[in-house]
Each structure stands twice: as C-alpha cells, then as structure tokens.
Nanobody, 121 residues
C-alpha cells in the first residue's frame, strides 16, 4: 500500500524559513513533487525531483527560494523553503509518480493529505 505523509507545515513570518518532509512507503524508484493549493485557487506545481535527484523542476514563483531534495535511504523527500512570502500560504501536497518527473499533476498517481503553511506579513 502506497502512503505519503507530509509534515513540517506551520505558521511563520514573512522572510522566514520552513522545511517540509514527505515520508513515502510502498514505492520504489519514483519521482516526487510538491504542489500547493491556496484557498479559492487551483492547485499549482511547486517543485519536482527525479528518483536519482539529477532531475529537478521548479515553478518560477519559487526559484531561488525553494529547494527540493530527497533521501532515498530514508524514503523521504524534502522541500526547503526560504524567504517565505504571504503568497506562499497554502496547503502543500506531496505527490509521487513511477513515471518521469513532471510539472503536471495528472502524472502523479499518489498524493499525501497535505500540510498547512501559513506565512504572516
């Protein structure tokens, strides 16, 4: 059974940092991605990483501020978020795919329940 469990979301002031984690089980050799959804908005792509970690993709809105990484020995992915802005406020979802890394959410078959990130101004 595939399971993805996110953690690390919390309330933080603008300019602050957070690290989200995504613990995966039941999968091997998968791409991992982070998406987010703010209230009243559609879900949007944030970042993705291939199994080897050689392939990484970022949304323009987070380039230079967010870093995606993974530790395959721990079956865990991470999203390091720096210089957070109020517009980063959203529920952040971890997703995994047995296919290639992609910005398209439809390519990800497995999703976590999400973790709330709130950035105050």
């Amino acid at each position: 059974q595939v399971q993805l469990v996110e953690s690390g979301g919390e309330l933080v002031q603008a300019g602050g940092s957070l690290r989200l984690s995504c613990a995966a089980s039941g999968l091997t050799r998968y791409a991992m991605a982070w998406f987010r959804q703010a209230p009243g908005k559609e879900r949007e792509f944030v970042a993705a990483i291939s199994w080897s970690a050689l392939g990484k993709l970022y949304a323009d809105s987070v380039k230079g501020r967010f870093t995606i990484s993974r530790d395959n020995a721990k079956n865990t992915g991470y999203l390091e978020m720096n210089n957070l802005k109020p517009e980063d406020t959203a529920v952040y979802y971890c997703a995994s795919s047995l296919s290639v890394v992609s910005t398209n959410g439809a390519r990800y078959a497995y999703w976590g329940q999400g973790t709330q990130v709130t950035v105050s101004s």
